[in-house]
């Protein structure tokens, strides 16, 4: 009796343990900061590359790197003054000055407007950049004398120690002419908005102007509780449509003139980076073709403005635009990343353009480039070395030899490095753990632990929380496809449960990586512990398994990355473990685009699908995104149409929700409303959510909130 006492005693202390794990809800995800992890913002290291700076409590605090020690501080809040406080500040080369930014207002997805100031470390004088309105992206001069900005559309700069200003460009006009700072695609497409450049010298200044004259407008209308709606109006080339002309120029301060700069007299193309040589009379300009599979690199003599190529990538599919050129202090050296031999590695030139050596090399990716310590002749860089689903942080010498492997865990790592490259932070996650902060010296000897977030893994400790699980299979095309799955905590294999595939799947994404999955994580946590199985795969397109493999759904977007989302389901469903009848899909942007395709495509496989701010024909999207991986809809018709969702809803069998913010600049409401048109034509029957004002991100208050409420309801009934 005494031992069956025992034995109930541990069975009801293990159920009683068993039952107390928590639920996970919406409401703890999106309005209670439940599961916030820590997060360590990038370091603004200072010249001496063993500091950095913060902002606290509005002053400009030193901190030792290897200590975490304050050392002084740098900067005291109350002398901003008039200007009443900042959103964020930037040093100028040699640390002399720093210019705040104040009252800032967004524009895009990068862009802003703001008041600006400059501070002068040593004369401790705030001088505002200008006071007839807001300015866009302040930046001194190398020599620190000088100020440049965009107001209006026009380039100006201003002399700080005389106050003069001197407008450089005059024919800056809203919707029309835009002069040192980018139109809308640029600035989504090329990730860049700032397009002026000192001249290392401080005598003058690159920039480029962008017509957009020809370009056709799109207008959103925003509700603002009044009686009519404000309809904001902007340039978006759409596919196939007229670019923005974007011209190069060069400004002499001595002389007051403009220089009109001319490469090769291209018109239909692209300027993506420009960036000054160690010589101040050498500017290296991008010029890509509108295809964007021919890349040149030209050197501009400022002297005379005559260009000669220094470079030159062609490829059979199309360039990707990166900011990994680096040009060495010799002058005669730069380093240059390329998919030349099939991976992203990297490569030594020398400055005529002749490749000298390949540093890196393997059937891996660099998957980003940290920078050059010329002293020590090492590059420092990111790779999927190991396997795609993983990161890595190395360095490597100029010769290719004596590699390090700088991040010690499994998972996924990056490193953010001094200015010296004395120190790194690593920031590691992995599945299912949240990110830890730690200081290393460049030999990879840990020097100290800022952040480890255990605060947040003790408290999921007290959660129903299933850890994901990493596989792989083979299609019936005898490929190979990264996957993962989080199934229930009480999973029982002779069980069938209803299963939720998430797709992203665009060029170069992953999904399946062994990483932090945020608040999206915890959804599906959620559902897990209501019984489905939650799983996610990355289809051919996607990054990290080299060239030909990313690029092999060029001119067929949609195409090869459904199929392999339909026989990532069908390989789900000969599972002893899942309902095969029961699976369902959701993504968003791309990933929308791609759960409706798989639902409409895969009718006879899918059940449901979750479409949030979907492309339904790639006609409706823009220029440069496009027509990289699609050509032009008067080149590719039946690219753009073979894979459009919108014509293949007649096939649709299942359950549809349809999501898209009405502000959404990015991937338009149109999409949708299109969508919305075909559906009904077909008689087919769906479910919409629509979100006034909101952008590609639908977010703001508790808008995340009602989003996932909704597409829970959404799963529970129909999965």
């Given at each position: 009796m005494k031992k069956i006492g025992l034995i109930l005693c541990v069975v009801l202390i293990t159920v009683s343990t068993f039952a107390q794990k928590k639920q996970i809800t919406t409401q703890d995800i999106w309005a209670a900061p439940t599961f916030r992890a820590n997060y360590v913002a990038g370091f603004n290291f200072l010249n001496d590359g063993k500091h950095y700076s913060r902002s606290e409590n509005g002053n400009i605090v030193k901190y030792d790197i290897t200590t975490g020690e304050t050392a002084g501080t740098i900067f005291k809040g109350e002398n901003i003054g008039k200007a009443g406080g900042y959103d964020s500040y930037t040093f100028n080369d040699d640390e002399s000055k720093i210019i705040f930014s104040t009252e800032g207002e967004q524009i895009y997805r990068y862009s802003s407007r703001a008041n600006y100031y400059v501070w002068d470390t040593k004369t401790e004088a705030l001088t505002p950049v200008a006071d007839n309105g807001k300015q866009r992206n302040a930046t001194l001069s190398p020599d620190g004398s000088k100020i440049a900005y965009v107001q209006e559309n026009n380039l100006f700069y201003k002399d700080l120690s005389s106050g003069r200003t001197t407008q450089i460009t005059t024919d800056g006009k809203y919707n029309e002419i835009i002069n040192g700072v980018t139109d809308w695609v640029y600035e989504e497409e090329f990730g860049i908005v700032r397009v002026f450049e000192w001249s290392p010298d401080s005598k003058r200044i690159a920039f480029l102007k962008s017509d957009e004259s020809k370009v056709k407008e799109f207008t959103m209308p925003m509700y603002r509780n009044e009686l009519y709606p404000e309809y904001i109006t902007f340039k978006y080339p759409k596919a196939g449509e007229d670019n923005a002309v974007v011209t190069l120029h060069m400004y002499d301060l001595k002389k007051g003139k403009i220089r009109d700069i001319n490469l090769n007299n291209k018109s239909d193309m692209y300027i993506p980076r420009m960036k000054w040589t160690q010589d101040e009379n050498q500017l290296c300009v991008f010029q890509m073709n509108r295809h964007q599979n021919e890349l040149d690199l030209f050197l501009v003599n400022a002297k005379n403005g005559k260009a000669k190529k220094l470079l030159s990538e062609k490829n059979k599919y199309y360039v990707d635009i990166h900011d990994n050129l680096t040009f060495l202090d010799n002058g005669k050296e730069f380093i240059w990343t390329s998919e030349q031999d099939g991976y992203n590695h990297i490569y030594l030139y020398d400055m005529k353009g002749k490749m000298k050596?390949?540093?890196?090399?393997?059937?891996?990716?660099?998957?980003?480039?940290?920078?050059?310590?010329?002293?020590?002749?090492?590059?420092?860089?990111?790779?999927?070395?190991?396997?795609?689903?993983?990161?890595?942080?190395?360095s490597i010498n100029f010769k290719g030899k004596k590699k390090r492997k700088l991040s010690a865990n499994e998972g996924s790592n990056r490193a953010q490095f001094s200015k010296t490259f004395d120190y790194l932070v690593n920031t590691h996650t992995a599945a299912g753990a949240p990110s830890s902060y730690t200081v290393h010296n460049t030999e990879g000897e840990l020097v100290r632990t800022i952040e480890d977030n255990n605060g947040l893994r003790e408290k999921l400790n007290a959660y129903d929380i299933s850890k994901p699980e990493f596989f792989d299979f083979k299609t019936s095309e005898g490929v190979k496809l990264n996957g993962w799955m989080i199934k229930p905590t009480d999973f029982d294999r002779s069980k069938e449960y209803p299963v939720l595939m998430y797709v992203y799947g665009g060029p170069n994404s992953q999904t399946v990586q062994d990483s932090w999955g945020g608040s999206n994580y915890f959804w599906y946590q959620s559902l897990a512990q209501q019984g489905y199985i939650i799983v996610s795969v990355d289809n051919r397109g996607t990054g990290a398994r080299g060239e030909e493999f990313r690029k092999m759904t060029y001119q067929q977007l949609g195409k090869y990355e459904t199929i392999d989302q339909i026989e990532a389901a069908k390989w789900l469903g000969k599972q002893p473990y899942v309902d095969a009848d029961r699976i369902g899909i959701w993504g968003w942007s791309y990933g929308g685009y791609m759960s409706s395709l798989c639902l409409f495509k895969g009718a006879d496989v899918f059940s449901t699908a979750i479409a949030v701010a979907p492309v339904t024909n790639w006609k409706w999207y823009d220029t440069i995104y496009t027509e990289r991986f699609m050509r032009t809809p008067q080149e590719n018709n039946d690219g753009y149409e073979d894979n459009s969702p919108i014509n293949h809803v007649d096939k649709m069998k299942g359950a549809y929700l349809l999501v898209h913010g009405m502000g959404d600049d990015n991937v338009h409401a149109q999409n949708s409303f299109e969508m919305v048109n075909a559906l009904i034509r077909a008689n087919k029957h769906f479910d919409t959510y629509f979100y006034p004002n909101r952008n590609h991100g639908i977010y703001g208050g508790n808008t995340r909130l009602h989003l996932y409420d909704k597409m829970t309801d959404f799963i529970l009934r129909n999965l």
């Open positions: 050596k390949q540093i890196t090399k393997g059937e891996y990716d660099v998957t980003n480039f940290y920078g050059v310590d010329e002293d020590e002749e090492r590059v420092y860089y990111q790779a999927a070395e190991v396997h795609p689903t993983q990161r890595e942080v190395y």
